[in-house]
């Protein structure tokens, strides 16, 4: 049961979290689709050069690390939802007992 300097159980309230607000995703390595909370989408432009506009998408996925076979690093693509549009993930990160990933994610362009 991984925990902090306070004793809380982030394993089991990062499940109940997930129970409540389920969103799955896939990633590269590991079969199937992973429970997940996906946070609003921030939609905007941006301007490439010569290029023109194009749509800068860019969105968090909370995970717990005991879903995931395999670690999800920055580069790695990932499908959201599960079956859905691919992007990127820009940075992964994780909290101090490592029981979630955030997952920060955009479009491929971005």
């Known amino acids: 049961m991984p925990t902090n300097n306070t004793g809380i159980d982030f394993d089991a309230d990062l499940g109940a979290i997930t129970a409540d607000l389920p969103d799955t995703f896939t990633h590269t390595g590991t079969s199937g689709s992973i429970v997940c909370v996906i946070s ?52 992964a990160e994780t909290d101090e007992t490592d029981t979630a990933m955030n997952l920060v994610c955009g479009a491929f362009t971005a």
Do not use: Q
């Open 40 to 91: 609003t989408v921030n939609k905007g432009n941006e301007i490439d050069g010569i290029e023109g506009p194009s749509d800068e998408i860019s969105f968090e996925i909370v995970v717990r690390t005991s879903l995931l076979t395999a670690r999800p690093v920055a580069g790695d693509p990932v499908v959201v939802p599960a079956g859905g549009t691919s992007y990127r993930i820009l940075r």
